[in-house]
């Protein structure tokens, strides 16, 4: 599912660096923003699941900080990269600079979208060990009186 996630969202951003144009309608570019957002909606989830699935118990609260962590590194990281594209190829001088920066912008995102998913592949399925399920506190024990 993350594969399949990661490829629908570089799908999405691809489109829309094909898409941009200077004379380009919001309403043109609406099923690709859903297209991408879908995409990313199908990624997210999953890669937060494989995190904490591949820890055992005792690791979940540091499983899930660093993730938090490595998300809004990631995020920082990935914006600096798309600014250092846009700048390279265009600028706000004119919408033609612009939608030339943009588009490369949108190919380096839809890239290293299509990188990721390719990469995903390598991630080893599964779920946590059943001796470590069951050693879970399940919510309807904490609620039975002692």
């Known amino acids: 599912m993350l594969t399949v996630g990661l490829a629908v969202q570089a799908a999405g951003l691809g489109w829309i660096g094909l898409l941009a144009s200077p004379d380009t309608s919001y ?35 540091k499983a899930s900080g660093v993730n938090n962590t490595t998300q809004e590194l990631g995020g920082a990281f990935g914006v600096a990269v798309l600014v250092a594209a846009f700048t390279a190829a265009g600028s706000y001088a004119t919408a033609a600079t612009f939608v030339a920066g943009f588009t490369t912008a949108m190919g380096v995102c839809a890239t290293l979208a299509a990188a990721a998913a390719l990469v995903a592949l390598l991630i080893p399925g599964g779920e946590r060990p059943a001796s470590e399920q069951a050693a879970e506190p399940r919510s309807d024990d904490a609620a039975a009186p002692a």
């Open 27 to 61: 309403p043109t570019l609406v099923l690709p923003l859903v297209v991408t957002g879908v995409g990313a909606s199908m990624a997210i989830p999953v890669v937060q699941r494989a995190v904490l699935n591949g820890v055992a118990h005792e690791a979940l609260g």
